[in-house]
């Protein structure tokens, strides 16, 4: 069963525009991480943020995280062609092994 | 290069025939993972081990195979009992820590596709 669900499942902006996606889970997590995927390839870990954090940021990538809502979210500002991809929340439960969400499908057009 | 690789990049069955994906990696990791992607959707995790010779069943283990003899090996045989085995197969590892703030980040290998024809 899917632990995380992306939000939406496709966007689609222009360069320079910010964009947001969200990740919502169903069971306590130790932390959430965020991937992406380039189209046939395999995925590339962005960021990590721990139960015990509310924001992260990395470059042009800020998450949050509310565990009261069981949500995050992931946003990429001043966005690149470049940065066309799917984006995949992961969440670590202690099971050993991540549990990851469907995908947000991200366009960015020139 | 330190990393995953995974071999074939593409591979075929036929009908009633086992074929197994190899994953390799050089970054010393304890722990690795076998995961399917089908076309637009999330990843479902198969199998999963954190020492040599020893895995446990993930979430969609039925008709897949694994073994672990080595640290850096992590062979899957997709069997025929598998009905529906065409996807896109990825191989990861971590490095294994305990405590409450592991964090296991996942290294992915570029994964495989599997077709049956």
């Not at chain 2, 593409?10 to 076998?34: I, P």
Request: hydrophobic share 30%.
């Amino acid at each position: 069963s899917q632990q995380g669900e992306e939000d939406p499942q496709a966007l689609s902006i222009q360069e320079g525009e910010n964009a947001t996606m969200n990740c919502s889970y169903k069971t306590s997590i130790n932390n959430l991480q965020w991937y992406r995927q380039n189209s046939g390839r395999g995925l590339v870990h962005l960021i990590l943020i721990r139960s015990n954090e509310r924001e992260k940021h990395s470059g042009r990538l800020r998450v949050t995280l509310d565990t009261s809502k069981k949500s995050s979210s992931l946003l990429i500002t001043a966005s690149r062609a470049a940065d066309t991809a799917s984006y995949f929340c992961a969440t670590d439960t202690g099971r050993r092994a991540l549990t990851f969400g469907s995908g947000t499908r991200l366009q960015v057009q020139p | 290069d330190g990393g995953i690789t995974q071999s074939p990049k593409y591979l075929f069955r036929k009908e009633g025939q086992n074929v197994t994906l190899s994953c390799e990696q050089n970054l010393n990791h304890d722990a690795m993972y076998w995961y399917r992607q089908d076309p637009g959707q999330g990843l479902r995790l198969i199998y999963y081990s954190q020492i040599v010779n020893d895995f446990q069943k993930g979430d969609i283990a039925e008709g897949y195979s694994v073994s672990r003899e080595k640290k850096e090996s992590f062979p899957l045989t997709v069997t025929s009992a598998q009905k529906n085995p065409t996807a896109f197969y990825l191989c990861a590892s971590s490095i294994e820590e305990s405590g409450f703030y592991s964090g296991n980040t996942i290294y992915f290998g570029e994964g495989s596709w599997l077709t049956v024809v």
